[in-house]
């Protein structure tokens, strides 16, 4: 970690609602970083005189703002599935191609064959990816293991992505993402496993838990029961929720006060209402929504009721590879009913309550000196110039890691 002065700011997104708005911009901005850490925020006029002597770094009237923090990703998985992708196009459902042996059992077979060093490289470059477009934190989910060697291996793999590139890791257990195939005429059995024996393996190296609760996933019965058993182990619990129908999983998300509610494609009033009264976290995936073809994610009707908002690049090899936040803020904006600054927010600060991350998604002092300079003077110009990638440099821990 580096002491640093960033100066030569033309537009600051804070996150700050102390600073006025949602976003707390501040124009002619400086930022002191002291130990990787945020010590002072203000206008470059009034910088304190114990920080003018840090190394400088002019941004030359560029915006900056607060890293990237995705939520909800799968970025450890074997083999691809390019070829669902195509026949998606040509009119078959996410649904039957599930039923057909595709989709995440496809993937659990790709990835039990794969070797760790196989898996671990790939999720690496994937999370590079991510990082040189201003991911800074990222959430990386188990869950195409679907036994304990994998599953345990998988969560493995995801942890060692910080040992190799400057991004914090933040690793969720999803043994309950599917019924493997061995398990198909004994599912009660495999809801047992994951109980008894996955969760309790996989405490010591996960913070989260997660359920696919859905339309041939699992029941709100079968989601409650590993839930409860996650938290008896010290695990938060996330759902995968009413993505594909209205499952119940949100209403069990609000009835459980889950940390977050995942997807929330089909949504009645009650729902909305249960999810604002616990005080989860609604994250939406505007670009699953956009893969599948399907009608974009509620998020004006969640946002208006008074939901935290994240936004997620869901990165897996099925329903949306997508590596790049910069994406899922415009397409968000475009057709999710977000403005700019409410996507920027979901990105940034939204993603950081999604993970119960305090000290990351704003500029503040004593958060993390994880910031973006971009190629832009505002930070209006991600959703305006989608596919451009804006991100001039990453900051993390108050160290330039990316150019």
């Known amino acids: 970690m580096t ?9 600051l997104v804070t996150n700050d609602p102390s600073k006025g708005g949602l976003l707390g911009l501040l124009h002619d901005a400086a930022v002191a970083v002291k130990g990787g850490r945020i010590a002072w ?61 595709g989709g995440i059992q496809n993937t659990v077979e790709a990835t039990r064959a794969a070797g760790r060093s196989s898996l671990l490289n790939d999720t690496v470059r994937r999370a590079k990816r991510m990082l040189g477009a201003g991911t800074t934190t990222v959430e990386i989910k188990s869950g195409y293991g679907l036994d304990l060697e994998h599953e345990l291996l998988m969560l493995g793999v995801a ?39 996955m969760i309790p393996a996989a405490a010591g190296h996960a913070r989260f838990c997660d359920v696919f609760c859905d339309v041939g996933a699992f029941s709100v019965d079968e989601a409650r029961r590993i839930l409860s058993a ?20 949100a209403q069990l998300a ?3 006060g889950a940390v977050s509610a995942d997807h929330l494609d089909h949504l009645v009033d009650g729902d909305i209402a249960g999810l604002r ?7 939406l995936f505007p670009t699953v929504s956009l893969s599948l073809q399907i009608d974009p994610p509620p998020a004006r009707r969640l946002w208006d009721a008074g939901i935290p908002v994240a936004i997620a690049t869901d990165c897996n090899p099925g329903t ?65 110039r989608p596919g451009t990638d804006l991100v001039r440099m990453v900051i993390k821990d108050g160290v330039p890691v990316a150019t």
């Open 320 to 384: 949306s590879y997508v590596e790049n936040m910069q994406l899922v803020i415009a397409i968000a904006t475009l057709t999710a009913g977000l403005t700019p600054e409410e996507a920027t927010w979901a990105a940034t600060r939204g993603g950081a309550r999604a993970l119960q991350l305090g000290d990351k998604g704003h500029v503040t002092p004593g958060a993390a000196a994880d910031l973006l300079m971009l190629e832009a003077d505002s930070y209006l110009a991600i959703p305006y």
């Open 277 to 283: 009264d616990a005080g989860t976290v609604a994250v």
């Open 41 to 101: 925020v203000g206008a470059e006029s009034e910088v304190p005189a114990e920080f003018r002597e840090l190394p400088e770094l002019d941004c030359g009237g560029r915006a900056v703002t607060p890293g990237f923090v995705d939520c909800h990703t799968h970025l450890v998985f074997g083999g691809d599935r390019a070829d669902e992708f195509a026949r998606r196009l040509r009119g078959e459902s996410y649904e039957k191609i599930m039923a057909t042996g």
């Open 230 to 249: 996650a938290q008896e182990h010290g695990l938060g619990p996330r759902l995968h929720a009413n993505q594909l129908g209205h499952s119940g999983g």
């Open 3 to 11: 002491d640093l002065l960033l100066t030569g700011i033309g537009e």
């Open 159 to 197: 942890t060692s992505v910080a040992d190799h590139l400057a991004i914090d890791v933040v690793p969720t257990f999803l043994g309950a993402h599917v019924v493997p195939s061995e398990y198909e005429n004994d599912r009660a059995g495999y809801v047992q496993l994951v109980i008894e024996v």
């Open 254 to 256: 609000a009835e459980i």
